[in-house]
């Protein structure tokens, strides 16, 4: 069973920054790709960066440099470092893992709040 928990939401001021960790835990399946998503009310779940277990990262266009995707392949965790942050960054986020057989796993979610 694989597991994966996020960490490192919270309120934050227009213009700050915040940290987001997800750790994988509970699969011997080698991890292809990572990502972060987001829900934001009354929306649909979009793509926020996402990075591959050799380290080609990608971004949704809203994100794009302010935002930055990387992990630690030895710990399996991934990292979205988010500054500038705005309002309508305010969502739910998820870490996402897709492994090398295809099988993707979500975790649970952390909110994240960006105040104007």
């Known amino acids: 069973q694989v597991h994966l928990v996020e960490s490192g939401g919270g309120l934050v001021q227009a213009g700050g920054s915040l940290r987001l960790s997800c750790v994988a835990s509970?699969?011997?399946?080698?991890?292809?790709?990572m990502a972060w998503y987001r829900r934001a009310p009354g929306k649909q779940r979009e793509l926020v960066a996402s990075?591959?277990?050799?380290?080609?990262?990608n971004y949704g266009n809203a994100v794009k440099g302010r935002f930055t995707i990387s992990r630690d392949n030895a710990k399996n965790m991934v990292y979205l470092q988010m500054n500038s942050l705005k309002p309508e960054d305010t969502a739910v986020y998820y870490c996402?893992?897709?492994?090398?057989?295809?099988?993707?796993?979500w975790g649970q979610g952390t909110q994240v709040t960006v105040s104007s």
């Open positions: 990075i591959t277990r050799y380290g080609n990262a």
């Open positions: 509970g699969s011997s399946a080698s991890t292809n790709v």
């Open positions: 996402n893992k897709l492994d090398v057989y295809g099988s993707t796993y």
